[in-house]
Nanobody
């Protein structure tokens, strides 16, 4: 059984930072396209970051470029999203996901496995 478990969300003031973690069991992150997504109340789920090691594709949403950084620890089969200079508009539930590496990494529909999400709230 595949499980993705996010952690690290919380309440932070604008300008602050958080690091989200996503630990996988039942799959090896290195074999999949990996994405971080977020969904704010009343809005569609949007991609924040994705990467596909098979074809080298990497994507950061314009709204987070220069502030968010992806990293991974293969030994722990865990990926991270370092989020700096947080803004109130970053408030959302954040999800990690894994999907087939066949077709790049962009797009919600590419992903088969999702975590339960972790809430990030940024106060002004």
């Amino acid at each position: 059984e595949v499980q993705l478990v996010e952690s690290g969300g919380g309440l932070v003031k604008a300008g602050g930072y958080l690091r989200l973690s996503c630990a996988a069991s039942g799959l090896t992150f290195d074999d999949y396209a990996i994405g971080w997504f977020r969904q704010a109340p009343g809005k569609e789920r949007e991609g924040v970051f994705c990467t596909n090691r098979r074809d080298g594709s990497t994507y950061y949403a314009d709204s987070v470029k220069g502030r968010f950084t992806f990293s991974s620890d293969n030994a722990k089969n865990t990926v991270y999203l370092q989020m700096n200079v947080l803004k109130p508009e970053d408030t959302a539930v954040y999800y990690c996901a894994a999907g087939s590496p066949t077709y790049g990494c962009y797009g919600v529909g590419l992903y088969d496995y999702w975590g339960q999400g972790t809430q990030v709230t940024v106060s002004s």
